[in-house]
Each structure stands twice: as C-alpha cells, then as structure tokens.
C-alpha cells in the first residue's frame, strides 16, 4: 500500500495564503456590493485550486487525480441535488468531509467550495455562493487537516470513530458553516445592523442549520467507511496521495 504524501510547509502556506485571499473576496461583496458575486465566485474557485495544484510539486500531476476528484465533486452535487423536496436537509457537507478526510486539506477545500459553485447553478447564484463555497470548502480543509495530522483515521473507522466522526461533523456543519452562511444573510437581509435584528437572523437560521446538520450526521454514520473503502482503493489502484 503506498503511503500518504504528506503536505509541506510550503502549499500548506499557499492553502493559508489562498483563504486570507478568499476572505477579502468575500468582504469585497460587502464593500463593494452584492453585484459582484459572480466575479467573487469565480475568484474563489480560482483560488480553491492553486494549493491543490501544488500538491504536485514532487510529482507530475496526472489527469486520472483531477478525474477522481471531479466524480467525488459530482457525489456531493448529487447528494444536494437528491434532496431537493427537502430544502434544508442537504448531506452534501458529509460528502465534503469524507473527501477531506481522504485525499486531504487542499483536496476537501477544492471540493467543497467547486461543489457549491456547480450545484448552485441547480439551485440558483446568488451573492450567498462565494460565502457557500468559502463555509464547505472549510469543512473539507479541516477534517482534511486532522486526518493529516493523524488526529483522526483516514480510513477503517471503528464504530467508536465513526460515531465520534458523526458527532463532529454535525457541529461543524451546525456550529461553523450554518453561523457563516448566516453572516451572508445578515448582510443581505439586514438594513440596520441593531442587537435585535443579528439575534433575529441568527435565531432563524438555527433550525435550518440544525437540519442540515442531522443531514451530514447520518450520511458521515451510514457511508463513512463504505466510502473512504472506495476512495482508499482508488489512491491505492492510481498512486494518488494529498
């Protein structure tokens, strides 16, 4: 079995590096207005594949990697797109997770910010897809880290692991990626910016966030490990590494 490539220093600083970029695209919507998301989307995506890119840098990149990764980006798209009878029950994030978690940081991140660009033009643009690129892309830029880092398996997960797994994608998706796409709201939907009208938006968005979560949460438990299964195989069979 190959062993894992491990990140250097380098593309880690160019991951940091392309995140601090995105952020100052996404306070460019607010400064300069929510008519150019579409230029802050696709500078967001641009971005999202610089620290994948440099991954290769000991290695000549292979079109079967990015092929790989294009059918692991069309699972998430999938699995948004399935549910579209139930607005807020998405498992996308898990998907993204897993991802990260198997091919590692800068992968997740790739995937989860070109995910939500390309479903979104299922479900609609709009100046929320640079802050919905930028919420899931951290989903599969942290879990990738930890499994980097050893903090948790990158593969074979016990049921102990996988229920910790679940737990732990659930408050991410809760607890980080809903109270983002809540600050999108709060600049979009909020005229004047009192203690009432933040709580009012925040407040809504709790249950909505609570949904996706339980969302992620029962895809992270019943496909965690049929899943990285088969991405593992996948790297194995093709040589591929983070």
Excluded at 42 to 49: D, G, H, N, P, S
Excluded at 205 to 226: C, D, Y
């Amino acid at each position: 079995m190959q062993e894992r490539v491990k990140t250097s220093p380098k593309v880690l600083a160019i991951t940091v590096a392309c995140i601090a970029l995105a952020l100052a695209a996404l306070a460019s919507t607010v400064l300069l207005g929510v008519e150019n998301y579409y230029l802050v989307s696709v500078a967001i995506a641009v971005l999202t594949t610089v620290p994948f890119f440099a991954t290769f840098e000991s290695r000549k990149p292979q079109a079967r990697d990015l092929v790989v990764l294009a059918v692991v980006i069309a699972l998430a798209i999938v699995s948004r797109a399935a549910f579209f009878w139930f607005p807020d029950f998405k498992p996308i994030a898990a998907v993204i997770i897993i991802a990260g978690i198997a091919f590692g940081p800068q992968a997740g991140f790739m995937t989860g910010a070109m995910s939500m660009l390309l479903s979104n033009f299922l479900f609609g643009q709009g100046p929320w897809t640079p802050w919905q690129m930028l919420a899931f892309g951290l989903a599969g830029l942290v879990f990738g880290i930890l499994s980097q880092k050893n903090l948790i398996p990158h593969k074979d997960y016990t049921k102990k692991q996988v229920l910790l797994l679940t737990v732990g994608g659930f408050f991410f998706t809760w607890c980080v990626i809903g109270p983002l796409l809540d600050v999108c709201a709060l600049f979009l939907m909020a005229n004047d910016y009192t203690v009432e009208s933040v709580l009012a938006i925040f407040a809504s968005g709790v249950p909505v966030n609570f949904t996706r979560a339980v969302a992620t949460a029962l895809l992270l438990f019943f496909a965690t490990n049929p899943l990285l299964d088969k991405l593992e195989r996948v790297k194995v069979k093709y040589g591929m590494g983070e």
